[in-house]
């Protein structure tokens, strides 16, 4: 029996998971600034310091793939969040640059890990519901960083660093209590368990990750490079050029709290390819914009599309035939993150050269790829069908 209710217990426990996840990371981001300044380091090397975050991210996500497939997701989610909870204390209180290596790639590495649980518990929770859930989870995943980057502020500045970390983690932890009991479990099968860890055969997972890397290469460009656009080739006031990634931010959050519900109606394939088109019209909006407004509404129009391709993306992982979720998960994961982690120093790279107007009005491209590619989302509805 699917479970009654807006809220039943396995669906607020998976939504506290990506909601702590989240606050975390936007903690992490605040912190960033504050490590630099206490190290005495320059730009280039915090440069190479971000980049060991984002290398321990990426290689545990295929890790925690694995140990997935045999433990469930239930006992990965529970114990990452575990770990992950004390580190960024551990990084207040670090002494030395090389020590702040090996715990940012932990760092990095708890939260890819522990991200690839969580969407597998959330796949086993809309299997388990029959229902889209996957767009909300996000969407607290957004709401959890919006917090941690707002609330931590005032406290770094009144109070010092390591209060911060202190607090930040009482804080995750105070979450991790509440969900932890009601963390739906989801037992392997015993062939999963016998199976040997390795790279998916099948070409699904493949062309699912590119989908999400084609849709998270954009997500990236905007929240890197926008204001900058703005400011230097719009002509935008220093307050105003922050304003196209806010209105991106602000229609993504909003869309991914509502979009488990129009993709309940008008299935994954549906809401992939309009979503996918909305995108590709708002960065070709924000790219040939003639000025700043036009541009924020470009970057708002961007923000209502690009929500819910990374969920859909996410939930046909988690539901491919012959395939363990947690395996799909990580392939899938993987791919995607690499393009926020990596694609937008490129497109740096590319648009000193040739301008951001360019590379907005030219990215959209990857865009006709997913379109090509939304069949394979008919998998995202396997949860409710199935």
Do not use: Q
């Given at each position: 029996m699917a479970p009654r209710g807006y809220m039943p217990r396995i669906r607020l426990a998976v939504s506290l998971l990506f909601l702590m996840n989240g606050f975390m990371m936007g903690s992490w981001a605040l912190k960033i600034p504050v490590l630099k300044d206490r190290l005495g380091i320059s730009?280039?090397?915090?440069?190479?310091?971000?980049?060991?975050?984002?290398?321990g991210s990426l290689l545990m996500m295929p890790v925690a793939g694995g140990l997935i497939s045999r433990l469930g997701s239930r006992q990965i989610s529970n114990l990452m969040a575990a770990c992950l909870t004390p580190i960024l204390l551990l990084l207040s209180l670090v002494p030395g640059l090389p020590?702040?290596?090996?715990?940012?790639?932990?760092?990095?590495?708890?939260?890819?890990?522990?991200?690839?649980?969580?969407?597998?518990?959330?796949?086993?929770?809309?299997?388990?519901m029959r229902r889209a859930i996957m767009s909300s989870c996000h969407a607290y995943w957004s709401l959890g960083a919006l917090f941690g980057a707002a609330l931590g502020g005032p406290v770094l500045a009144h109070f010092g660093e390591v209060t911060h970390a202190?607090?930040?983690?009482?804080?995750?932890?105070?979450?991790?209590?509440?969900?932890?009991?009601?963390?739906?479990?989801?037992?392997?099968h015993p062939e999963a368990e016998k199976e040997k860890l390795a790279l998916p055969r099948s070409a699904l997972p493949w062309l699912i990750g590119i989908v999400a890397l084609f849709s998270m290469i954009p997500e990236g460009s905007v929240i890197d490079w926008s204001a900058l656009y703005m400011r230097n080739e719009l002509g935008a006031s220093v307050a105003l050029s922050g304003y196209g990634?806010?209105?991106?931010?602000?229609?993504?959050?909003?869309?991914r709290f509502a979009g488990d519900h129009v993709r309940d109606r008008f299935?994954?394939?549906?809401?992939?390819?309009?979503?996918?088109?909305?995108?590709?019209?708002?960065?070709?909006?924000?790219?040939?914009?003639?000025?700043?407004?036009?541009?924020?509404?470009?970057?708002?129009v961007a923000g209502i599309?690009?929500?819910?391709?990374?969920?859909?993306?996410?939930?046909?992982?988690?539901?491919?035939?012959?395939?363990?979720?947690?395996?799909?998960?990580?392939?899938?994961?993987?791919?995607?993150?690499?393009?926020?982690?990596?694609?937008?120093s490129l497109i740096g790279f590319i648009a000193e050269h040739v301008g951001f107007?360019?590379?907005?009005?030219?990215?959209?491209?990857?865009?006709?790829?997913?379109?090509?590619?939304?069949?394979?989302?008919?998998?995202?509805?396997?949860?409710?069908?199935?």
């Open positions: 730009e280039g090397m915090l440069g190479l310091l971000i980049l060991t975050f984002g290398i020590v702040t290596f090996v715990v940012l790639f932990l760092l990095g590495g708890f939260i890819g890990a522990m991200d690839v649980a969580m969407n597998a518990n959330a796949v086993a929770v809309e299997k388990r202190v607090l930040v983690t009482i804080t995750g932890l105070a979450i991790l209590a509440v969900a932890w009991p009601m963390v739906m479990a989801d037992h392997p990634f806010a209105a991106f931010s602000a229609t993504m959050a909003i869309m299935g994954a394939v549906r809401t992939l390819r309009v979503c996918t088109l909305l995108a590709l019209l708002g960065l070709v909006t924000a790219g040939l914009a003639p000025s700043p407004t036009v541009a924020i509404i470009g970057f708002a599309g690009i929500s819910n391709m990374v969920p859909i993306a996410f939930s046909a992982a988690g539901n491919l035939p012959g395939l363990a979720p947690g395996i799909g998960l990580s392939v899938v994961t993987f791919m995607g993150y690499s393009g926020i982690l990596v694609a937008p107007s360019l590379v907005f009005t030219t990215i959209p491209l990857l865009f006709l790829v997913v379109l090509l590619l939304s069949g394979h989302a008919v998998h995202a509805d396997t949860a409710k069908n199935g």
